[in-house]
């Protein structure tokens, strides 16, 4: 059986339709779509939306590179488990949004764009802000999404739709592969009817895994574990995506190993904690990049490594330092030639936790990392209480924000 709808009824349709579960837990994966619309939208993706607002809700934005980076953020929040979609009109609409991609496929995370496009019948051109590329008959502004996009498509006819949602959706669900997705759709091509197959419309369930490493690759971490004297957890945002937190905690208080975060990372560790040493790199405390630059073992817990953390490859100063990476994407995985351990973080680190049957570091170590936490913890307050005219230092403000807020607080 088919139904005739335009290419844009069908799109809206199908991702009306789009879930994601992990671990027994189902749920819509597009909580809306944010879109600004113009000549290069509103007649396609714009009516369809107005036809189908109870099955995916339109949100209007004032800002193409703002309503991206809402998305992201909210992708983050739910640890890639949901997202929006964005819509916007061709041309400079459209090429607001590149910064905006950048940024979620940078840090990982999904978001799916739908910029407007020319003609692709090629009637009207040039039509209003259309790119004229004397060298590229092809060739329109939102080619300038391709090196920032994890997937990007053009839909030059309506039919081409179903494989090109299905792939977007692969991509936006996988961890390992996950970022911006960009199709762009042109403007004719949005409002032509197709018969579409009513399977295309069906509920769809995209199953988030959490691979485990090799038992091999997990033994050599072991070792490399055993044999080490100053290990050092980073944790990075793949921790709190994995819900892995609890995990790492359980893994540290284990083992006796002190855990640093990266910006990304940060919270996934109770801050308080004795073996929560903060933030390392350029941004990070004292105890955390004392313990950095003395590793002779530094752990990655879903982290891709950026200079932030790194220093730019200046924090880890110990010759003798080996990393091993957990991180759901083989990319990162390898990264400061590591001993990769390419899995889900939760998983992993369960599974590397069973691996070293009662390993502990020696207790002289654990005392060091708590010493060097207390040291830290009196730096804040002295940098709290500073005194500083005619205005109050920024740290002092900080301070006084902090003493006002609940341990919940944003």
Not at 7 to 31: C, I, K, P, S, W
Not at 219 to 233: C, D, G, Q, T, V
Not at 309 to 315: D, R
């Amino acid at each position: 059986m088919t139904v005739r709808l335009t290419m844009a009824q069908a799109l809206v349709r199908f991702l009306a339709n789009q879930y994601v579960e992990r671990d027994g837990e189902e749920q819509r994966f597009f909580a809306g779509c944010f879109g600004i619309f113009g000549h290069g939208n509103v007649a396609g993706v714009g009516q369809a939306l107005l036809e189908y607002e109870d099955d995916l809700t339109y949100y209007q934005s004032r800002n193409e590179q703002a309503m991206v980076h809402t998305a992201t953020a909210y992708a983050r929040q739910k640890n890639r488990l949901q997202t929006f979609a964005c819509t916007s009109s061709i041309g400079p609409g459209a090429t607001n949004m590149v910064t905006g991609a950048a940024l979620a496929t940078i840090n990982r995370l999904p978001v799916l764009l739908l910029p407007g496009d020319v003609f692709a019948s090629r009637g009207p051109d040039p039509v209003l802000q259309q790119l004229e590329a004397p060298h590229d008959g092809d060739l329109s502004v939102n080619d300038a999404f391709r090196p920032v996009s994890r997937y990007w498509d053009r839909i030059n006819r309506p039919e081409q739709i179903i494989p090109a949602a299905l792939a977007a959706m692969r991509v936006l669900t996988n961890p390992a592969e996950t970022g911006a997705v960009t199709l762009a759709l042109p403007q004719d091509v949005q409002a032509e009817a197709y018969d579409y197959p009513e399977e295309f419309f069906e509920k769809r369930v995209w199953r988030v895994t959490r691979p485990v490493p090799d038992a091999a690759e997990l033994e050599r971490a072991a070792e490399l574990i055993r044999s080490s004297k100053r290990p050092l957890i980073v944790s990075g945002g793949g921790t709190i995506y994995s819900e892995a937190t609890e995990a790492l905690r359980r893994f540290a208080e284990r083992t006796g190993i002190p855990v640093g975060e990266t910006q990304a990372g940060k919270g996934s560790m109770p801050y308080d904690h004795p073996l929560a040493l903060g933030a390392v790199g350029a941004t990070g405390t004292s105890a955390a990049n004392r313990a950095a630059r003395e590793a002779d073992l530094v752990i990655g817990v879903g982290t891709r490594w950026s200079d932030f953390t790194t220093a730019s490859k200046t924090a880890f100063q110990n010759p003798e330092v080996r990393f091993i990476n957990v991180n759901v994407a083989d990319l990162d995985a390898v990264k400061h030639a590591g001993a990769g351990l390419v899995g889900d973080a939760r998983a992993t680190l369960d599974a590397l936790d069973a691996a070293l049957s009662g390993y502990e570091v020696e207790t002289a170590y654990r005392e060091e990392s708590g010493k060097a936490n207390a040291e830290w913890d009196a730096e804040v307050e002295r940098l709290y209480s500073l005194e500083h005219g005619p205005l109050p230092a920024q740290s002092a403000v900080i301070g006084a924000v902090n003493s006002f807020s609940e341990p919940e607080d944003v």
